[in-house]
């Protein structure tokens, strides 16, 4: 008997009505060497790379995974139901126990909340999000379209200039300690205060 997916056993060939007698040595060799059981059932994945073997076991129901793509190496041990199957799309299995109950193995994904918060922040768990009270308010097409037209229909001084105070755009007032220290304390300082220059002759020099 020739099985598949590389996994052969020693048996005859049948071609043309002839009989070919030849020993085969089988590729991979898949057993429990701990327990040494049979295999109730096997199940390869669609693509063929990965077995899945259920112990025929009353005491415990494992199913056995070998990495065929990787020289059949084995790959993990699963605790549960027996008779496995493979799903065609999905990586799931579903394996059955001697009292009849289906077990569904999948790989789990990590939740990445990220995926789900406003604006792609990171969260460790759900937040309540409190919305502005005009926020999802359906305004009216035509009320928007009036508005745009009178900001367009504005007049814009381009050839005066803003007057600004002596103390510039970078002065915060109140809310800065040292302009509030200065109109507090202002030490006599005039704002006309200029630095007084001296010249002198040549003469002088000499």
């Not at 020739?2 to 049948?14: D, E, F, N, Q």
């Not at 096997?42 to 056995?64: Q, R, V």
Request: hydrophobic share 35%.
């Amino acid at each position: 008997m020739v099985a598949r997916h590389k996994i052969t056993g020693a048996g005859s060939m049948k071609a043309d009505g002839a009989y070919i007698e030849q020993e085969l040595e089988p590729t991979y060799r898949f057993s429990d060497p701990i327990n040494k059981v049979a295999w109730h059932a096997i199940s390869y994945s669609p693509d063929g790379e990965w077995l899945a073997g259920g112990a025929a076991d009353n005491a415990t129901h494992k199913i056995y995974i070998w990495d065929i793509a990787n020289e059949g190496q084995f790959a993990a041990a699963l605790d549960g139901g027996r008779e496995p199957l493979t799903h065609v799309h999905k990586p799931s299995i579903a394996s059955t126990t001697n009292q009849g109950n289906i077990l569904i193995w999948h790989c789990p994904t990590p939740e990445r909340w990220g995926a789900f918060a406003g604006g792609f922040e990171e969260v460790d768990e759900n937040v309540e999000y409190e919305e502005r009270e005009d926020e999802f308010d359906i305004e009216d097409e035509s009320e928007q379209a009036l508005r745009k037209q009178k900001e367009e229909e504005e007049e814009i001084d381009i050839n005066g200039a803003e007057e600004k105070g002596d103390r510039g755009d970078y002065w915060n007032g109140e809310e800065d300690e040292d302009i509030a220290w200065a109109d507090d304390e202002p030490d006599d300082d005039l704002p006309g205060w200029k630095l007084k220059v001296i010249m002198e002759e040549e003469s002088d020099i000499m």
